[in-house]
């Protein structure tokens, strides 16, 4: 899939999923050039053989966070393709060469990915932006958000939040293909969410077919992903109901609506 560079420079990145059970890896090839970023293996050989298919040459990985699905491909890779690996810097990345923290920069090519700090689903999540994309490991999902793992979720919620603040046609890459049954919660928490309805038919013809759904901008989240919607009545109503009480809070909110998806 072929993204506009929202900058104005006029380019464009070519962005290929690899899927590995139902994790993503996202390749990102520089403009005009072979050359490529990968986000996030989960195991060396599949990513290497789309590299050999498509003529790819690697020159960085990017991690977000060090579960094993996320970090399960380094070693292969690397002994093939020596290269640099960036990841959070308080986490146990494997052969991580460049720890990175809120407000560095990671510079691939032309393009300059920022790296915000978002804990949560784990202490030391980041996510990396640039020019339009955000990729967000675990911790947003197309309709849906990743598990507290280790964090508390009061810093997931603001995690969140601070994602949903980024520009609304920004195109979330995720790191696994969950948005189907997430959506399926998102009908459950909104039964009447006309844009949650026409997003579950599109993503099941999509699924139907074995092509992801992702990316998906930001504006479409806002609009059916319940996570990003805690703030709202209908939301804040269907949380009530299943907690049995009410909540004081967005942050309650969101709470109740993790434990409720938890057991979904």
């Known amino acids: 899939m072929k993204v506009w560079d929202r900058s104005g420079v006029g380019l464009f990145v070519n962005i290929i999923p690899v899927p590995v059970g139902t994790n993503i890896v996202w390749l990102i090839v520089m403009p005009g050039a072979r050359q490529c970023a990968i986000v996030d293996p989960t195991a060396g050989q599949p990513v290497l053989a789309v590299v050999r298919e498509r003529g790819l040459e690697p020159t960085d990985i990017l991690i977000t966070h060090h579960h094993a699905d996320h970090v399960g491909g380094i070693a292969a890779i690397r002994r093939v393709y020596p290269i640099p690996v960036h990841g959070p810097a308080n986490e146990a990345i494997p052969q991580r060469t460049h720890p990175v923290r809120e407000g560095d920069v990671v510079v691939l090519g032309r393009f300059a990915f920022q790296v915000l700090e978002i804990p949560g689903h784990t202490l030391d999540h980041v996510a990396y932006v640039s020019r339009g994309m955000l990729f967000a490991g675990d911790t947003l999902f197309g309709a849906g958000c990743g598990r507290v793992f280790e964090g508390t979720p009061g810093q997931l919620y603001d995690a969140l939040r601070r994602l949903a603040a980024l520009p609304p046609n920004t195109l979330l ?3 696994h293909e969950y948005t189907q049954a997430n959506l399926r919660f998102a009908q459950t928490v909104e039964p009447d969410n006309v844009d949650i309805q ?4 599109h993503v099941e013809q999509l699924r139907g077919r074995d092509l992801p759904t992702l990316p998906s901008p930001l ?3 806002h609009r059916t992903n319940p996570f990003l919607r ?9 949380a009530e ?5 009410s909540l004081r809070s967005p942050t309650d909110v969101f709470a109740v609506l993790r434990r409720w998806k938890d057991g979904f």
């Open 198 to 201: 026409q997003r579950l038919r």
């Open 173 to 175: 890459y995720c790191a």
């Open 241 to 245: 109901r299943f907690a049995g009480g």
């Open 219 to 221: 504006e479409l989240e």
């Open 230 to 238: 805690c703030r709202l009545q209908a939301v804040r109503a269907a």
